[in-house]
């Protein structure tokens, strides 16, 4: 038991003690408004106020949590100094204001700010604390937790077993926003495409086009068969989000409706995996269409879809997730930027989303994830071997902190097609950890 005393109290501190005391340390606490009222139930007092007490570990409150607005707020970090620094000084006082920090990183405060937005519409990374403060790859709120932890353990009487136990383990996620490259399409979107290669001399293109129409081959995003072999070789279960909006700019697969893209969706669940959507780009500000495309895919499956991730990781505070909560998702997947790898929200763990503008804490939990295969190849233009190289530190990190590792991978990415070849190796290696 630890025991705080806060002569205030509000919902932004309530939230990130439960964060860190009840979800990620697994400790008990009790908080107190009143000194007279602190008494010796716990193996420490934390003494969350201006004022000394002796005998307490002070941390003096930066006032973020006692606040109900959005304001500008410069959050600067420095990799070497927050990742070193000396969790807590002679004096028994912390050298920063560990909630306050956590609160701040973990609730994407600086996403409602106004910066400057990419062209879908996004919160782009260059403009992160994190980013910019040379800490993106690294888990840098679970690396505070774990220094706190190591705090409570040398100096306050706790022991490991006091602790939630932590264990590293492999969370494949998988985006299928086109089923299949050719089959199931309308012809005239076929002339379309071939009129187009035709003009940039693209033959091999279409002649791979021709022999999955007629059959002579098989369409190389109908990878299936691969997948779930080697996820059932290590023994994982992934998640699979399935794009069943309709056709759009940005959204291409194929309809709902094709018996081939039904029995696909299928023979995923039938192996085990959990289906959730993936809602489509046009879907974004409209509750009402997300809601069909949910009941589309509902339909398919047979019951509740409760998990959900962003078409191209498109979402906006606090609009986004107040539409999938309004339409029954509880596990929201789109935590993490597209265009670099990393810990958009300094951590490896779910958390619960805390709405700003509405300043409480909701039911909605947020599932981060920290590699993608897209970013590796398309942005950082990185071959399999280098992915591969580069990915083993990241997972190094997570072995450590015995965290999830959770991933995304696109069907078209394990085509070998469309110039993914050799990215199957990259699966197989996370799917391995």
């Given amino acids: 038991m630890v025991e705080i005393y806060c002569p205030y109290t509000s919902e932004r501190l309530i939230y ?10 697994g400790i008990p606490y009790l908080l107190h408004q009143h000194l ?24 003096i409150p930066q006032g973020i949590l006692f606040e109900e607005g959005i304001r500008y707020l410069v959050f600067d ?5 927050d990742i070193n620094i000396l969790i807590k000084k002679p004096e028994n006082e912390l050298y920063f204001d560990l909630f306050a920090s956590v609160f701040y990183v973990i609730s994407r405060y600086e996403e409602y700010l106004m910066f400057s937005k990419d062209e879908h519409h996004r919160f782009k990374h260059e403009d992160s604390c994190l980013f910019q403060g040379h800490c993106l790859h690294i888990p840098l709120v679970d690396i505070w937790l774990d220094s706190f932890k190591n705090l409570l353990m040398s100096e306050f009487g706790f022991s490991d077993t006091d602790f939630r136990k932590k264990e590293f383990t492999i969370e494949p996620t998988l985006d299928i926003d086109s089923v299949f490259a050719y089959k199931g399409r309308p012809f005239y979107r076929h002339l379309a495409a071939m009129l187009r290669d035709l003009l940039t001399l693209r033959f091999v293109e279409i002649a791979k086009r021709i022999s999955v129409m007629t059959q002579a081959r098989p369409d190389p995003n109908d990878n299936f068969d691969f997948q779930l072999k080697t996820l059932e070789e290590k023994g994982l279960k992934a998640i699979y989000f399935f794009q069943v909006g309709p056709y759009g700019r940005y959204d291409k697969n194929i309809s709902p409706t094709h018996q081939g893209f039904i029995d696909i969706i299928k023979k995923v ?7 959730g959507l993936h809602p489509s780009y046009q879907s974004n500000g409209e509750t009402k269409e997300i809601l069909e495309e949910k009941k589309i895919l509902e339909s398919i499956i047979g019951e509740p879809v409760l998990h959900s991730r962003q078409h191209f990781l498109r979402f906006e505070m606090p609009k986004t997730y107040r539409h999938l909560i ?14 670099i790898n990393g810990f958009r929200a300094g951590t490896a763990f779910p958390f619960y989303w805390f709405d700003l503008v509405a300043n409480k804490s909701t039911a909605l939990q947020i599932v981060p994830f920290c ?11 990185l071959s399999p071997q280098e992915t591969i190289s580069q990915s083993q530190e990241m997972i190094e990190h997570l072995k ?7 991933f995304i991978f696109h069907n078209e990415s394990l085509s070998e097609h469309r110039g993914w070849k050799g990215w199957r190796a990259v699966f197989k290696y996370w799917v391995n950890g």
Avoid: P
């Avoid at 990130?16 to 340390?25: G, K, S």
């Avoid at 669940?269 to 289906?275: F, L, Q, S, Y």
């Fill in 269 to 275: 669940k039938a192996a085990g995996h959990t289906i």
């Fill in 36 to 59: 007279e009222s602190v008494g010796s139930k716990g193996k420490l007092l934390i003494n969350y106020s201006d004022t000394s007490i002796a005998g307490s570990l002070q941390i």
């Fill in 400 to 406: 450590t902190n015995g965290s999830a590792f959770c």
């Fill in 326 to 339: 309004d339409c029954g998702i509880q596990k929201e997947y789109s935590m993490g930027y597209s265009d």
């Fill in 16 to 25: 990130v003690l439960n964060y860190i005391f009840t979800e990620r340390l």
């Fill in 77 to 81: 970090l420095k990799q070497d100094d």
């Fill in 371 to 381: 590699m993608m295969d897209v970013a590796y190849k398309q942005f950082a233009q």
